[in-house]
């Protein structure tokens, strides 16, 4: 799974200054590209789709029934649809435990890049605990861990 909680200030004028290039017709054909590549400092269909596939894929880890949607061009993001997203985000952070250092779930209205660092942070800290403990397991009937060999217990 893949993560963007790192957007700043900085990415989010980067996308106005683009924008405004576009509108203006002075538009580079590299800027173009920078634009199209899916900039941070812009929601766009890519981070809505991962978003919805990360919760998706950690909902059926830890047994959570959620309702996801599939983004294609042209959709438009609703109040609702917000609101989706932050009840699936809050059902799964209740499911499980989560680092001191993660954010709460953040409120409506999502206009703002640090409510959306926030939902992936929250999903990336969910990821990563739950990865830790099921990794940490150790199996019986080897000779490191219960095998044969080592000695009386």
């Known amino acids: 799974m893949e993560f963007i909680y790192d957007r700043t200030q900085a990415d989010v004028d980067r996308v106005r200054e683009l924008n405004h290039k576009y509108v203006k017709g002075i538009i580079t ?9 899916g900039s941070k400092g812009a929601l766009n269909l890519f981070d809505l789709n991962r978003i919805e596939e990360n919760v998706k894929i950690l909902a059926s880890y830890l047994a959570v029934s959620v309702n996801t949607k599939t983004w ?35 409120k409506q209205p999502l206009n703002n890049y ?9 999903l ?30």
């Open 29 to 37: 054909e590299s800027e173009i590209v920078e634009w199209m590549s």
């Open 72 to 106: 294609n061009k042209g959709d438009i993001p609703r109040v609702n649809d917000y609101k989706r997203i932050l009840g699936n985000v809050q059902k799964i952070r209740d499911a499980w435990f989560v680092l001191t250092t993660t954010p709460a779930t953040p």
């Open 114 to 122: 640090e409510k959306w660092n926030d939902i992936e942070r929250i």
């Open 124 to 153: 990336h800290d969910l990821d990563y605990t739950y990865n830790r403990y099921i990794n940490n397991f150790y199996y019986c009937d080897t000779e490191i861990y219960a095998g044969e060999g080592i000695g009386d217990l």
